[in-house]
């Protein structure tokens, strides 16, 4: 049977938070054991803490306005592991000795339940989880049954206590084993332990309360969003039992590889091979940025083989504060390998007016940042 839990507080079901609180605090100064020791007073704190507990978490509440009890077992309170957790030791104390370890019943399952949580996954491009969308996506999950409203009855009417366990939504078996005599618990056949069972089921829903359903939703894919990221919208979930209120629907966001950007978090790196020459006495690169806009990278002369090009505020926007990453480019110089003589001999000029050669860097040059002490750096050689 139901808990009724307004009554417990000694407020309305219209009732505030604020009035729930109010309501609360007068009956814990009343009963909290640091006051009130005795064991009456004891039950009666707990029993308005589960009540405040229950009637502050919407999805609760909800189930108690539906005529369910959250707190029961399978109505969305219990929790798991430990010696009163399923499968812990009251169950084998339950199934030797009958009743549970405490000695008292399980009860009846509660009809109505709140629904599991669901999980879709899209994909979009690097260039719209730059800029933000609005996506429709396409989603299969249990709904509110639109012919019984959630009671699972075809005429509306209340279901009536199973007349096999009497309410009790259990039903007790004694077995001979080679310990003797066992008492054996188990749910209730008839009314799979919910302790009533509907009469007239609906033709709809089979008397379960919901549907199966394909729907279109629009989710705002905000600006700036990661790889693995997931969107949360509330009460777009399963339904549940008994036309109990529906979870959460999770969108897990996949971005696609980008044929320019590679993305690390907030910032953008790109790629840009230059020309000898163009190294050498500078120039300017345009790239298309994320939202169509041109983006001109100056390369400066002299610029040398994997120097870099950062450009602030030009990476991906953050999503939870305000403003942008970096970009930044990567100068690969490329070395022609196909001179033809003119090209040839042009080049000649140049290095015998510069007059340079190959020579081998050393420490003692100057050269300390070359290739070698970069390695001896990283790996301390």
Known sequence: ??????????????????????????????????????????????????????????????????????????GGAGGGGGFGGAGGFGDIFEAFFGGGAGGGSRGPRSRVQPGNDALLRTSITLNQAYTGMKKQVTVDTAVLCDRCTGSGSADGEKPVTCEVCNGAGEIQEMQRSFLGNVMTTRACHNCQGFGEVIKDPCNHC???????????????????????????????????????????????????????????????????????????????????????????????????????????????????????????AHVDVAVPTDLDKKTRQLLEEVRDKREESSRVNSEADGHSDGLFSRLRGRFGF
């Open 206 to 328: 089979g008397g379960d309360g919901r549907v199966k359903k394909r729907r279109d939703l629009t989710i705002n894919v905000p600006k700036g969003i990661d790889d693995g990221m997931r969107i949360r919208m509330a009460g777009q979930g399963e339904v549940g039992h008994g036309g109990g209120p529906a979870g959460d629907l999770y969108v897990e966001v996949r971005v696609k590889k980008h044929d320019i950007f590679t993305r690390d978090a907030d910032t953008l790196h790109l790629s840009i091979t230059v020309p000898m020459v163009d190294a050498a006495l500078g120039t300017t690169c345009n790239v298309e940025g994320l939202d169509g806009e041109e983006i001109e990278f100056e390369i400066a002369a002299g610029t040398q083989p994997g120097g870099q090009i950062v450009k602030e505020g030009k990476g991906m926007p953050r999503v939870r504060t305000d403003g942008q990453g970096k970009m930044i």
């Open 1 to 74: 049977m139901a808990r009724d839990y307004y009554g417990i507080l000694g407020v309305s079901k219209d009732a505030s938070e604020a009035e729930i609180k109010k309501a609360y605090r007068k009956l814990a100064r009343k009963y909290h054991p640091d006051v009130n020791p005795s064991d009456e007073a004891a039950s009666k704190f707990s029993e308005a803490t589960d009540a405040h507990d229950v009637l502050m978490d919407p999805k609760k509440r909800k189930i108690v306005d539906m005529g369910g009890d959250p707190m029961e077992q399978g």
